[in-house]
């Protein structure tokens, strides 16, 4: 089988919502009436698996990275993490809507999305493997 019109890394698609100083952040892939566009997730159980590497405002084209184990990414931190912690979407709480934390002790389920390979503070853009944990029900 033979594949074409196929990308490697980056891509640039269509900013669903302002996404201006949104660097690092998560965003998930969504459309507008057909049309491919990313947003910022509106639940932790959404699918955010791109980084923004280049923001734009609404309906202007950006940059984003899907996330693979064969390249580690920064992601903007909410709240604090160490080397091996397992990183999931923060609580969905406007300023933090597409910043990861590390998994919380709370009991809930969550989505897995990496792992932290160094120690960070809030606000950080802190450096992340990307592995696909899945849910994780603590």
């Known amino acids: 089988m033979s594949q074409s019109n196929t990308r490697v890394g980056d891509i640039r698609v269509l900013a669903g919502e302002d996404l201006t100083g949104k660097e690092g952040y998560l965003v998930k892939m969504t459309h507008d009436t057909g049309v491919a566009e990313v947003k910022l997730p509106a639940a932790v ?3 955010a698996v791109y980084v923004v590497i280049e923001a734009a405002e609404d309906g202007e084209l950006c940059t984003v990275r899907p ?3 064969d390249r580690n990414v920064r992601i ?3 709240g604090t993490c160490n080397p091996g912690d397992f990183m999931c979407l923060a609580a969905i709480a406007n300023s933090d809507n597409g ?3 590390a998994l919380p002790a709370a009991s809930s389920t969550y989505r897995g999305l990496g792992i932290a390979e160094e120690a960070g503070v809030d606000e950080q853009l802190v450096l992340v493997r990307p592995v696909s944990l899945g849910n994780i029900v603590t």
């Open 45 to 47: 159980s959404d699918y």
């Open 76 to 78: 903007k931190l909410a």
């Open 67 to 69: 996330m693979f184990g």
């Open 99 to 101: 910043q990861v934390r």
